[in-house]
């Protein structure tokens, strides 16, 4: 009955600006590449990463067909699922579930000058899981999960325990944000958006940086040749610290609570942990706070990274996103450099990982923290890619 519990991560795509899949990204990050560049928007210049800057035009989308059904956002998204499902040996059956993590969705169509703009419902959260259903032809409508900035991680530990249910043999996650006037003004208005780009972790950090990627992954019960980088899902937790509505428990005390549930269910003690993919945003608030929850949790010796240097907080796709590259990381057993670190800036020393390197890597902690006090912890496993073993 154990076995039959089990969860992978059997097959995962990225596109972003450092590239339109996994491994275009992870062979950009090994030469400490970043997607992040000045550009000019609201009237201002700012730095934030931008998918359409490195894939240019309608071609990108040539293989969805007639794009003008579509918003920008739900084209990538499509665009990256195929992608997915065309890498795999895998057939959408009445047992696949679909889940979407976004914060913001389709926002952007509200804007005067876009396609949409006449048609409001279209930044419907339901009505995007609509369109990504349909175009694929599930049967099983979309589950859209948006939770802030954990989000992306959140709907690994959904897909795994609708799976564990038996309400699912197979999800489909897909994630994505794009930037829009309204997600830079909104951060704007807190101050916490950075005049270069975001430095996590170090002593003059001023903010963090927006970002927009695009990741989808499929969760299975069992795996076969085609997967690559299989990983087991071996524990998750979540855990709102009730703080604030924006700023983080002082403590750490909901990201140490859902490491310790995520280490509990896993059954590992915190010296099993490899690697920890931290959330890193650059903030003043949001990097101590996660050096204090680390250190609670005996996990302040463990090589650590943020990846926001390279992609900017990419919201509701971040988790997934970091959650792919982090597996990629175990196979390839090597540990990406915290891009932008310079002088530790945090009261708790984290040891963080200031160039890559090969390590032996068997299990990585992947964390969120967000808005409203949520926070996850996800522990992955690597598994063998032999064909057969489930």
């Given at each position: ?55 240019k035009?309608?071609q ?27 890498a795999?040996?895998?057939k ?6 679909l ?45 859209v ?12 530990a ?48 001023d ?34 610290d ?55 949790a ?48 945090v009261?708790v020393?984290?040891?963080?990982i ?24 996800l ?12």
């Amino acid at each position: 009955m154990e076995l039959m519990n089990k969860v992978y991560i059997t097959n995962h795509h990225i596109l972003s600006p450092l590239g339109d899949s996994s491994i275009e990204n992870f062979n950009n990050l090994l030469k400490n590449n970043s997607g992040i560049k000045k550009h000019r928007r609201i009237g201002k210049d700012s730095f934030y990463s931008a998918i359409i800057d490195k894939n240019k035009g309608d071609q990108l989308f040539a293989e969805i067909g007639d794009v003008e059904l579509y918003t920008p956002l739900e084209r990538l998204m499509i665009l990256s699922v195929s992608k997915l499902l065309g890498a795999s040996n895998f057939k959408i059956n009445s047992k696949t579930g679909l889940i979407i993590s976004t914060t913001k969705g389709n926002i952007d169509v509200l804007a005067k000058d876009t396609a949409f703009y006449k048609d409001p419902s279209r930044a419907y959260l339901p009505v995007l899981g609509e369109k990504i259903q349909g175009f694929f032809k599930l049967k099983n409508p979309a589950i859209v999960v948006s939770n802030a900035c954990v989000s992306g991680v959140l709907a690994v530990a959904v897909a795994k325990q609708l799976m564990q249910a038996d309400l699912y043999e197979d999800v489909i996650i897909v994630s994505g944000d794009l930037v829009s006037d309204f997600i830079v003004a909104g951060f704007e208005s807190f101050q916490a958006i950075s005049s270069t780009p975001c430095r996590p972790y170090s002593k003059n950090r001023d903010g963090i940086t927006i970002g927009e990627a695009i990741a989808s992954v499929l969760m299975r019960k069992t795996y076969d040749a085609t997967s690559v980088d299989v990983v087991e899902v071996v524990g998750n937790a979540s855990c709102n610290d009730a703080n604030h509505i924006s700023g983080p428990s002082r403590t750490g005390e909901g990201l140490f609570l859902s490491i310790q549930a995520a280490l509990k269910e896993a059954k590992l003690e915190a010296t099993d942990i490899d690697y920890v993919s931290a959330h890193g945003t650059a903030t003043i608030f949001n990097d101590e706070m996660e050096s204090i929850a680390f250190q609670r949790a005996k996990l302040d010796k463990v090589p650590v990274n943020s990846l926001k240097a390279y992609y900017g907080h990419t919201l509701g796709a971040s988790g997934l996103l970091e959650t792919v590259i982090g597996l990629m990381s175990l196979h390839q057993n090597t540990l990406i450099s915290s891009l932008g670190f310079d002088e530790m800036g945090v009261s708790v020393p984290l040891n963080i990982i200031k160039e890559n390197h090969n390590k032996s890597l068997s299990v990585f902690l992947k964390t969120a923290s967000g808005f409203g006090g949520s926070n996850t912890a996800l522990i992955l496993k690597k598994n063998s890619r032999k064909k057969g073993l489930n």
